[in-house]
């Protein structure tokens, strides 16, 4: 329980940190609204065209898609390393063939071009 | 016109300053002590019963004032040696060296207006900094900076690392979707894609440590390589030395690898819309990042603050018992600034040229110098926390100088190079360093 705590606490304080002083900011700056121009997004001194939130390319979401796979097979991974010296040798095959199939995956994303940037 | 009015006015700018000021400290004093008097026994009585608590603030204290340092020189270190590495001078206005120069960006930051253009989302544009300093912050938790120095030594600490480093993805990502600006959605979105491609072999990389060390807890792991330098674990796991710097560099968004912030394709990346201290929040966590990725690198692989080599000189001082002197050796003992002053004055003042208040002043800074050196000597040889954090320190920087020198050094790499070489090198790599790994402990131990 008291670790629980302390993460939470590290959080809450990290970010009452955080907050204290873009309240000290807010409090020492000076501020102006400007005309329209300022509040315009900077895009290299040219006004901005078409939808920002819009469409974007497919290889992050593919990338996204890869990670989360791989991820849970880290902390498999690490569960399993962290009982290894007592499984051995049948730990190391099981391991072996669990690892085997994701690479199938990987392998099959790699001949279809998934992992070249376009 | 009473008198106060009068003395008031007679009065240069200092001396109201002065008027004002040392009034409202007295009152304070007055009524700290009387606070201390009245509530002081309970005070002690609470804390004894919350003991916990106590250490929990201890902590957080500790670590929130060691990131302001850090970055800041993690900052100046940046400015000055690339600055050398580029023949150049380098800060050099601002206080001894420049060293004061990294006091006034922050200052800077803090004093500059703080500008959210029309458009954006406010709330998660806000959040954002927030969210990535945060995460940043709450790596130091399980960090062990000495023996005995730690936030927290939790059993799945190496789990909870990357959870909070994961943090960081979504802060970045936040920032650039708020910021209603196409460069800031590709440095977002960039950065979301690298990040959680290098996260994979960052923390397969690591596996073959845990392999070794049968744990999780960062406190264990220094702990199982401490004993001689032949135990750290960089001599067992090359490999996964390697793979973990280029990751953690890529995690850390630092050049060759920071085409989040590539200036001259997007601009400033997910930070073009970001002003004053949001901005700073960026900045300040991006430097923490560094130090935190290069304690991990000295905690993983080079034993953390176990020393390299035993002192051999053990000089141990006990039975010191001040109380037991009598009065008249403690008024010697006061005597000994003094002296201290006097004699290391002397040679300057012997010497001419210095007037007198001037020999004064080095010899009382000569002294001071003097004093600290021998009181931080005595603590290295005889306390061992203070000996633990200056090694965990000292090989902590040593990686942050290699960071610094890579980004003098190389040229950033392009977006396809980098997202092949995590899927097609790093990641096969870390695989069969995994197993090789198991292989040889399978056979050791059978």
Known sequence: ????????????????????????????????????????????????????????????????????????????????????????????????????????????????GVLTWK | MSIAVVTWQRLNLLGRILAIVVPILLALGLVTIGVAYVAGPYAVGFLADNVPLL????????????????????????????????????????????????????????????FAPTGVDLRVFTLAPVVVFGGSVMTFLV??????????????????????????????????????NKYSLLGGLRSAAQMVSYEIPLTLALVGVVLLAGTMSLNQLVLAQSGSIADWYVWRQPLALIIFVIAGIAEANRSPFDLTEADQEIVAGFATEYSGMRFGFFFFAEYVNVFVVSALIVTFFFGGWTAPFDWPFPVVISGIDPLAWGVGSLIALLLVPVVGTLVLAAPFWLSSRISTLQALVIGFILFNVVAVGLLLGWAFVSLDWVTGLFWFFAKSYVFVFFFVWLRGTLPRVRIDQLMGFAWKWLLPAALVNIFVTAAVIVIVNS
């Open chain 2, 55 to 114: 250490r929990f603030v201890a902590a957080i204290g500790a670590v929130l004032l060691l990131t302001i340092p850090t970055a800041f020189i993690v900052i100046y270190l940046e400015l000055k040696v690339i600055a050398r590495m580029n023949l150049r001078v380098g800060p050099d206005r601002v206080g001894p060296f420049g060293t004061a120069m990294s006091v006034v960006h922050g200052l800077k930051f803090l004093s500059k207006e703080d």
């Open chain 2, 143 to 180: 960090i062990p900076f000495a023996p005995g120095l730690f936030g927290l030594d939790m059993n799945v600490g190496m789990l909870y690392l990357f959870a909070m480093s994961g943090l960081t993805v979504v802060g970045l990502l936040m920032a650039g979707w708020s910021s209603f």
């Open chain 1, 1 to 112: 329980m008291t670790e629980l705590w302390y993460v939470v606490g590290f959080a809450v304080v990290g970010v009452a940190f955080v907050f204290l002083v873009l309240g000290l900011s807010w409090l020492i700056t000076h501020r102006n609204r400007g005309d329209e121009h300022k509040g315009r997004p900077y895009e290299s001194g040219i006004d901005t065209y078409g939808d920002t939130w819009g469409r974007f390319g497919i290889s992050y979401y593919i990338y996204a898609l890869l990670f989360v796979a791989f991820d849970i097979e880290v902390i498999f991974i690490y569960l399993w390393a962290l009982v290894f010296r007592d499984l051995l040798l049948a730990g190391f095959i099981s391991m072996l063939i669990f690892v085997a199939i994701l690479l199938v995956g990987l392998g099959y994303a790699w001949r279809k």
